[in-house]
């Protein structure tokens, strides 16, 4: 349960470093996600969750 919890934060760690950095163009960025299609940003989001799976099946 601990490695769940450390994966979490570790994804939130990662997922502050662009606001952090580069606040602007993190802004850009969010908005330009946001004028996609739902379609687009569905395929993306379970792109994303299969390359997780896949990375996490490769360490585990």
Sequence with gaps: MSDLWAAIAIAII???IM???APKAW???V???ASL???S???FGLTAM???LLFLSLVR
Excluded: M, S, Y
């Design 50 to 52: 299969v390359v997780g």
């Design 41 to 43: 940003i569905r395929g």
């Design 31 to 33: 908005a330009k996600i």
């Design 14 to 16: 990662l997922e502050g």
């Design 27 to 29: 802004k850009e960025t």
């Design 37 to 39: 299609p739902d379609k």
């Design 19 to 21: 606001p952090f950095l």
